[in-house]
């Protein structure tokens, strides 16, 4: 699935079918929009055009709107997460309850900034059976009826519906603003079939090329947490200031302070981690990490064998465990017991080395 954003202004793009490239935005000779631009463009542009993404008229472009919606993005996708299952028990016939007990929903997602400077996801969902096992090691295939094309119109049904309301920019703004999916989204299967569907060495690539694009895609990279005093000497274009201001601007603003938009101007307005996934997808963070030192260990000491957390080869008979520790808990039992301190059990009074000091034991 590629989920992206709604649209904000007409900005310079390239739209191409094949060898045939189609003019950026045609419009009738003479049009013009209230800035005195005008509203089109006639130009066939390259790949590598250097305005793609800027808007035709930066007036008229909506770039709080814009910022504001990449901070709710993440929310966003959280929601759509949970619809998700309704619309998919709605289709099925069945409680949400009863769904969660026979199937359960498995993604993994990367997010990419668009030349426009809005970001977008792009996102691998999977049904699987609800297991007893919760383990990600342990997957099975769903119950009969719980299609692939069935999936597919609970996420396009789920997607158009979805809506995250945004905190109110002024105080007497009359309209409640919402964060809503853009009208493109793309679907493809995954399989071992020919024709559209994508094959799973193609996914490798796929999440591969998308996870190591970041900032790059808007021509310059914002690495490190700006300042006020850093935005007047900005070499960035001119869009993407406009962008990063726009964040500084609405970030101090009393009802949008929980947004933390000036934290991540840099970013503009995006807060979120570049690749997540859900817990049952496959493999943990942390036992990638695991994975990775203990790759280094091996090849550094030119050792072949797995290692275990003392740094030893595994099969190192000499390792006996004899006990375990599991955590109990902390604090204490009940309030009553938070003021109480125990007796002295042995008061040894006053001391010749230590005179006026009494000791316990």
Known sequence: ?????????????????????????????????????????????????????????????????????????????????????????????????????????????????????????????????????????????????????????????????????????????????????????DVRHIGAGSGEELTEEQVAGYIAKYATKATEALGVTLDHRLSEAELDDLDVPAHVAELVRACWELGGRPSLLGLRLRKWAHMLGFGGHFSTKSRHYSTTLGALRRARVAHAIRRRRGNLLPLDAWGRPEDDQAVIVVASWRYLGCGYQSTGRRGWRPPPLLGLGKSAASPGKSFRA
Not at 96 to 120: C, D, N
Request: with cysteine.
């Open 1 to 185: 699935m590629t989920f992206t954003a709604p649209s904000f202004g007409q900005v310079h793009s390239r739209r191409a079918q094949g060898l045939l490239v189609y003019p950026c935005h045609p419009y009738r000779q003479g049009q013009r929009c209230p800035h005195g631009r005008r509203i089109g463009c006639w130009q066939r542009h390259d790949p590598d055009y250097p305005k793609l993404g800027e808007p035709l008229c930066g007036c008229c472009y909506q770039t709080g709107a814009q910022v504001l919606w990449n901070a709710l993005a993440g929310r966003l996708w959280s929601r759509t997460t949970i619809y998700l299952y309704r619309t998919l028990a709605q289709l099925a016939g069945v409680s949400e309850e009863a769904l969660r007990r026979l199937v359960r929903i498995s993604f993994a997602k990367v997010a990419e900034y668009q030349r426009r400077g809005a970001v977008h996801f792009h996102a691998i969902i999977r049904l699987d059976a609800a297991t007893a096992c919760g383990c990600p090691a342990f997957v099975a295939p769903p119950p009969g009826g719980f299609t692939a094309e069935l999936l597919e119109q609970a996420i396009r049904r789920a997607a158009a519906t979805v809506a995250v309301p945004c905190p109110m920019v002024d105080e007497d703004q009359a309209v409640t603003l919402v964060a809503r999916w853009g009208e493109q989204l």
